[in-house]
C-alpha cells in the first residue's frame, strides 16, 4: 500500500520503524487523548509494529499505517478500526508536527482508499470532545456531527463528539 500527497507518504510499516513509533508515541497529547498508543519504551513500539504489520492481511483489522513527510520524517500514523457500529478512522502526528495541516491530508487521502479497499460506504470519528484538533480535523475532511456528550470512550464515561463520514 503506498498513497502519496502533496507532501505525505503513507505506506505499510516495517520493524526499522520502532523507534520513531515509540518517539511519536510520549507527547503529551498523545498520553492525554490516546493512552493506550503511548509506548514506554522501544521494545513495547517493536511488539505493536510487529502485531500491526502481521494485521494487513487480515479482514479485522486494525489496519494502522505510518505517515511520512516527502523528505522522509515519520510524523505519525492513519488507521481503520473496528467498532460495533463498523469501522473508526484514527490518526495521531506527533506534536512537534502539528498545525501544518498534516492529519487532515493524510485523513483526507487515507478515507477514500482505504473504503474502496474494505468496501464499505461509512466511517465514524469518535474522539474526546476536549479534542479540539481532531475534531477540526474530522470537520475539515467532511464528516458529519452525530452526537455530543456523555459516551464510551477507551473504557470509561466521557465527554465525546461522534461523527460519520458517508462516503
Given at each position: 500500500m503506498l498513497i502519496e500527497t502533496e507532501r505525505l507518504i503513507i505506506r505499510e510499516f516495517d520493524i526499522d520503524m520502532a523507534q520513531a513509533?515509540?518517539?511519536?508515541?510520549?507527547?503529551e497529547d498523545n498520553r492525554?487523548?490516546?493512552?493506550?498508543?503511548?509506548?514506554e519504551t522501544v521494545e513495547e513500539a517493536r511488539e505493536t509494529v510487529e502485531f500491526l504489520m502481521s494485521q494487513y492481511g487480515s479482514e479485522d483489522g486494525p489496519l494502522v499505517y505510518p505517515v511520512f513527510t516527502k523528505v522522509g520524517d515519520n510524523i505519525g500514523y492513519v488507521q481503520l478500526a473496528p467498532i460495533d457500529e463498523g469501522w473508526e478512522i484514527g490518526y495521531h502526528i506527533a506534536k512537534k508536527y502539528t498545525g501544518n495541516g498534516y492529519a487532515t491530508e493524510a485523513?483526507?487521502?487515507f478515507m477514500p482508499y482505504i473504503a474502496e479497499r474494505k468496501g464499505?460506504?461509512?466511517?465514524?470519528g469518535i474522539c474526546l470532545a476536549e479534542n479540539i484538533a481532531?475534531?477540526?480535523v474530522m470537520e475539515k475532511c467532511g464528516f458529519t456531527n452525530?452526537?455530543?456528550?456523555?459516551?464510551d470512550y477507551q473504557g470509561e464515561k466521557c465527554e465525546i463528539v461522534k461523527n460519520v463520514l458517508k462516503l
Amino acid at each position: 500500500m503506498l498513497i502519496e500527497t502533496e507532501r505525505l507518504i503513507i505506506r505499510e510499516f516495517d520493524i526499522d520503524m520502532a523507534q520513531a513509533v515509540h518517539e511519536n508515541s510520549l507527547d503529551e497529547d498523545n498520553r492525554r487523548f490516546v493512552p493506550d498508543e503511548v509506548f514506554e519504551t522501544v521494545e513495547e513500539a517493536r511488539e505493536t509494529v510487529e502485531f500491526l504489520m502481521s494485521q494487513y492481511g487480515s479482514e479485522d483489522g486494525p489496519l494502522v499505517y505510518p505517515v511520512f513527510t516527502k523528505v522522509g520524517d515519520n510524523i505519525g500514523y492513519v488507521q481503520l478500526a473496528p467498532i460495533d457500529e463498523g469501522w473508526e478512522i484514527g490518526y495521531h502526528i506527533a506534536k512537534k508536527y502539528t498545525g501544518n495541516g498534516y492529519a487532515t491530508e493524510a485523513v483526507s487521502a487515507f478515507m477514500p482508499y482505504i473504503a474502496e479497499r474494505k468496501g464499505i460506504k461509512e466511517i465514524y470519528g469518535i474522539c474526546l470532545a476536549e479534542n479540539i484538533a481532531s475534531v477540526k480535523v474530522m470537520e475539515k475532511c467532511g464528516f458529519t456531527n452525530l452526537f455530543e456528550g456523555v459516551g464510551d470512550y477507551q473504557g470509561e464515561k466521557c465527554e465525546i463528539v461522534k461523527n460519520v463520514l458517508k462516503l
